[in-house]
């Protein structure tokens, strides 16, 4: 059964971090391409990084460009989302998603 957990999200400062965890079971992890969606209250949920199966490659929404980092780690099966230089738009709920398949989802609030 395809499973998705997610951790790392929280309360934090304007300017701080966060790093986002999603680990996932159930299937061939390092065959997939996986991504980190958001959405915010009142808005639609939008795409905010992707990364290859092999991590070789990956894209970013403008908004977050320069700021979040996508990565993967095949052994762990979990891809993670390095979020830095936060700012308070980026408060939302994050999720992952691979194949279609989505997480839980995980809230992050910007804010002092």
């Known amino acids: 059964q395809v499973h998705f957990v997610e951790s790392g999200g929280g309360l934090v400062q304007p300017g701080g971090s966060l790093r986002l965890s999603c680990a996932a079971s159930g299937f061939t992890f390092s065959r997939f391409s996986g991504r980190w969606y958001r959405q915010a209250p009142g808005k639609e949920r939008e795409l905010v990084a992707g990364i290859s199966s092999t991590g070789g490659n990956t894209d970013y929404a403008d908004s977050v460009k320069g700021r979040f980092t996508i990565s993967r780690d095949n052994a762990k099966n979990t891809i993670y989302l390095q979020m830095n230089s936060l700012k308070p738009e980026d408060t939302a709920v994050y999720y992952c998603?691979?194949?279609?398949?989505w997480g839980q989802g995980i809230q992050v609030t910007v804010s002092s």
């Open positions: 998603n691979m194949f279609g398949t």
